[in-house]
């Protein structure tokens, strides 16, 4: 099964470059301009059976119309069964309480602008914690 990846960032040259990098590794992609795109309701628990996954890869951008990346991801985690482990907030101002709130959510923090490398460093660590036997939610 492919890795699945979510890209949200409302400026679309890092939305297609992030997903050039990815589709490249031969992920999965799909790009939103913010959160308010991704189809979940954030009221109700995940719809996903125990065991599946509905996202491997989740890189947000932090500024973005509607809602926060870090306010996303915590939305995320209070809905979805299986938390997953590779999610990145990137961020061309970060501010100290920002940084610490995506740390405590388990997420990786990218400044803008930032490295190709950086991130291909990040996915390579992404693909080990990815299991293997995961289902896929169809």
Do not use: H
Not at 14 to 23: C, F, G, K, M
Not at 76 to 87: A, E, S
Not at 102 to 130: H, V
């Amino acid at each position: 099964m492919k890795v699945r990846a979510f890209i949200f960032d409302d400026d679309e040259q890092v939305r297609s470059l992030l997903s050039s990098v990815l589709e490249g590794r031969g992920y999965e992609v799909l790009s939103f301009p913010d959160p308010s795109y991704y189809p979940i309701d954030f009221d109700t628990e995940c719809s996903c059976p125990q065991g599946y996954v509905c996202v491997d890869i989740i890189i947000t951008d932090n500024c973005m119309p509607n809602m926060t990346g870090l306010e996303f991801v915590q939305k995320m985690l209070n809905g979805c069964k299986d938390i997953f482990q590779n999610k990145a907030v990137m961020s061309a101002a970060w501010a100290v309480p920002d940084i610490e709130r995506a740390i405590r959510l388990g997420c990786q923090t990218f400044q803008k602008p930032f490295r190709i490398d950086e991130i291909n460093r990040w996915l390579d660590e992404c693909e080990k914690r990815i299991k293997s036997n995961r289902k896929d939610r169809k």
